[in-house]
């Protein structure tokens, strides 16, 4: 609906300032709600408070540090410092970035007791909160492009969500209430134990945006429009499993691990096997119906993201050991999750550029798609070392890649039948 109401460029450019956002956002986080997961100090009412303060005092940080970034790019739009026509050329870029990220403030006022109740895998009112924040935003965003066919209703309904799920979460979340607390012990064990974090959050960060990051300095706005498109169909079938995936799996792990370790590897099999299923399903049905999807949900303004979600959907299939980097943590193994974002930010920071000198926007996809996979190998080395291999069970992930790709072709050839 969106898409039809405002141009592709709407879609660069807020692709962008969401990246930017998130860079900020990564680059400053301490990992403290994993730690009130994990913590046995989680569930105290003086540490949930210090966490809190911590997540506050950082909110406002994030919304400085981005005002200032947005003054440095309107510096260097004067100085013309930005190629023409690209997005980080845009003069409504500096404006959009200082609106968007006050969410960031809105955000780190809000309550930390959705993660208490993780801890307590207590998900139903979390989940709740979360769809009806979205839904909010997503009507105002559609209302607003209605009426105004700005930019600034997708910024407006970030906004308004941040302010929902905040207020609903100091109401209706089972807690402490929030307080402004500094204890030394809780902020040592937040900072020492978030140091790896941030470390992991950075080259996270990276790994996950450096693509538009790059894209938005080599391609015009409207075809970052139009990758920005297709990578948000792929995220929302991949990024939906891996977010219910990495909201569940990180408690069960940490409670099997410090409580039933003996029963590890038969849980880890489980999830393995449902992760596979999913994923590869999601992946093989996307690649064939890209075309499908994207002509059936927008205009022909979009019809060239069809190639675009395609490819894409290859590197969708690269998020499966998402589950070993639960255990990771769960473990207490922090320091492997820079060890296994590093080689995909080197992919990206140099296979982009390399590959969209050699074949344009397909060599940049290309090694988009390349970097989704080269963390497997520390993966599959920490599953042979811990007892976690089972090989024997990996026919899942092919299988279902091959169902897939078999409803994909069964979609495409009934639509094209039904218009014959």
Same mark, same amino acid.
């Given at each position: 609906?969106? +898409?039809?109401?405002?141009?592709?460029?709407?879609?660069?450019?807020?692709?962008?300032?969401?990246?930017?956002?998130?860079?900020?956002?990564?680059?400053?986080?301490?990992?403290?709600?994993?730690?009130?997961?994990?913590?046995?100090?989680?569930?105290?009412?003086?540490?949930?408070?210090?966490?809190?303060? =911590?997540?506050?005092?950082?909110?406002? %940080?994030?919304?400085?540090? +981005?005002?200032?970034?947005?003054?440095?790019?309107?510096?260097?739009?004067?100085?013309?410092?930005?190629?023409?026509?690209?997005?980080?050329?845009?003069?409504?870029?500096?404006?959009?970035?200082?609106?968007?990220?006050?969410?960031?403030?809105?955000?780190?006022?809000?309550?930390?007791? $959705?993660?208490?109740?993780?801890?307590?895998?207590?998900?139903?009112?979390?989940?709740?909160?979360?769809?009806?924040?979205?839904?909010?935003?997503?009507?105002?965003?559609?209302?607003?492009?209605?009426?105004? %066919?700005?930019?600034?209703?997708?910024?407006? %309904?970030?906004?308004?969500?941040?302010?929902?799920?905040?207020?609903?979460?100091?109401?209706?979340?089972? $807690?402490?209430?929030?307080?402004?607390?500094?204890?030394?012990?809780?902020?040592?064990?937040?900072?020492?134990?978030?140091?790896?974090?941030?470390?992991?959050?950075? =080259?996270?960060?990276?790994?996950?945006?450096?693509?538009?990051?790059?894209?938005?300095?080599?391609?015009?706005?409207?075809?970052?429009?139009?990758?920005?498109?297709?990578?948000? =169909?792929?995220?929302?079938?991949?990024?939906?499993?891996?977010?219910?995936?990495?909201?569940?799996?990180?408690?069960?792990?940490?409670?099997?691990?410090?409580?039933?370790?003996?029963?590890?590897?038969?849980?880890?099999?489980?999830?393995?096997? =449902?992760?596979?299923?999913?994923?590869? %399903?999601?992946?093989?049905?996307?690649?064939?119906?890209?075309?499908?999807?994207?002509?059936?949900?927008?205009?022909?303004?979009?019809?060239?993201? $069809?190639?675009?979600? +395609?490819?894409?959907?290859?590197?969708?299939?690269?998020?499966?050991?998402?589950?070993?980097?639960?255990?990771?943590?769960?473990?207490?193994?922090?320091?492997?999750?820079?060890?296994?974002?590093?080689?995909?930010?080197?992919?990206?920071?140099?296979?982009?550029?390399? $590959?969209?000198?050699?074949?344009?926007?397909?060599?940049?996809?290309?090694?988009?798609?390349?970097?989704?996979?080269?963390?497997?190998?520390?993966?599959?080395?920490?599953?042979?070392?811990?007892?976690?291999?089972?090989?024997?069970?990996?026919?899942?992930?092919?299988?279902?890649?091959?169902?897939?790709?078999?409803?994909?072709?069964?979609?495409?050839?009934?639509?094209?039948?039904?218009?014959?």
């Amino acid at each position: 609906m969106l +898409a039809r109401l405002l141009m592709p460029e709407a879609f660069g450019l807020m692709a962008v300032v969401s990246t930017l956002m998130l860079a900020l956002n990564l680059l400053s986080d301490i990992g403290s709600g994993t730690i009130i997961v994990q913590s046995p100090r989680g569930a105290e009412k003086e540490f949930l408070n210090t966490a809190w303060t =911590l997540q506050a005092m950082r909110g406002v %940080g994030i919304w400085a540090i +981005a005002s200032l970034a947005a003054l440095g790019i309107l510096f260097g739009q004067a100085q013309h410092w930005f190629i023409a026509g690209t997005v980080y050329a845009d003069p409504r870029l500096p404006l959009l970035l200082v609106g968007s990220t006050f969410a960031m403030v809105i955000d780190g006022f809000g309550t930390v007791n $959705g993660k208490l109740a993780e801890r307590n895998l207590e998900m139903h009112r979390i989940s709740v909160m979360d769809i009806g924040a979205r839904f909010v935003a997503l009507a105002v965003m559609i209302v607003g492009a209605y009426l105004t %066919g700005s930019i600034w209703s997708l910024v407006a %309904g970030n906004l308004i969500s941040s302010v929902l799920r905040c207020a609903v979460g100091h109401q209706f979340l089972s $807690g402490p209430r929030a307080r402004f607390r500094l204890e030394p012990q809780a902020m040592n064990e937040l900072l020492h134990k978030g140091k790896w974090v941030i470390v992991s959050s950075g =080259l996270g960060f990276v790994a996950m945006n450096g693509d538009r990051m790059l894209l938005g300095g080599l391609i015009d706005t409207t075809t970052l429009g139009l990758y920005s498109i297709a990578l948000g =169909l792929t995220s929302i079938a991949s990024g939906a499993i891996q977010a219910v995936l990495g909201r569940v799996l990180l408690p069960v792990f940490s409670e099997v691990v410090n409580k039933r370790p003996h029963e590890l590897s038969e849980i880890y099999r489980k999830f393995q096997q =449902l992760t596979d299923l999913c994923i590869g %399903g999601l992946a093989g049905f996307m690649f064939i119906a890209s075309d499908l999807i994207i002509h059936t949900l927008y205009d022909s303004r979009y019809h060239a993201a $069809g190639h675009i979600f +395609a490819l894409l959907a290859i590197g969708a299939v690269g998020a499966r050991f998402l589950v070993v980097e639960q255990i990771y943590m769960a473990m207490g193994r922090t320091a492997l999750l820079p060890a296994a974002t590093l080689p995909r930010v080197l992919v990206l920071l140099v296979g982009i550029p390399i $590959g969209y000198q050699v074949a344009q926007l397909d060599g940049a996809l290309a090694a988009i798609v390349l970097s989704s996979f080269v963390n497997w190998p520390l993966a599959i080395w920490f599953r042979a070392k811990n007892g976690l291999n089972h090989v024997r069970n990996d026919w899942v992930l092919p299988v279902s890649i091959t169902v897939g790709l078999s409803l994909g072709y069964m979609a495409v050839w009934s639509v094209a039948h039904l218009k014959a």
